[in-house]
């Protein structure tokens, strides 16, 4: 069940609750019981780091491992030797 950050203008008494999904928003301050007591906008509890969940869940697997992809990071040079190509006067 998630757990959202409310807070009261009125007030400005700040709590947070547990609620389904499907419940309706609280609206009345249970601190001082008047209407307004709205929801929060708040950062999520957790954080995505690293080059991805396959990266440290799933080890045992066959198949490369995204380390060991890493060819459009480091492009082959120029076989162009002609002048023609976009990056011979790099």
């Not at 799933?58 to 995204?66: D, I, M, N, T």
Request: glycine share 14%; hydrophobic share 25%.
């Amino acid at each position: 069940m998630p757990i959202y950050e409310y807070r009261c203008p009125a007030c400005g008494h700040q709590q947070d609750h547990m609620q389904k999904m499907s419940d309706a928003p609280l609206t009345a301050c249970p601190q001082c019981g008047k209407d307004g007591y709205a929801k929060q906008i708040s950062a999520a509890g957790f954080q995505l780091k690293g080059s991805g969940w396959y990266a440290t869940d799933f080890k045992g697997g066959s198949g490369a491992s995204p380390a060991s992809s890493k060819t459009a990071d480091n492009p082959p040079p120029c076989q162009g030797g002609d002048g023609a190509c976009a990056c011979a006067g790099s």
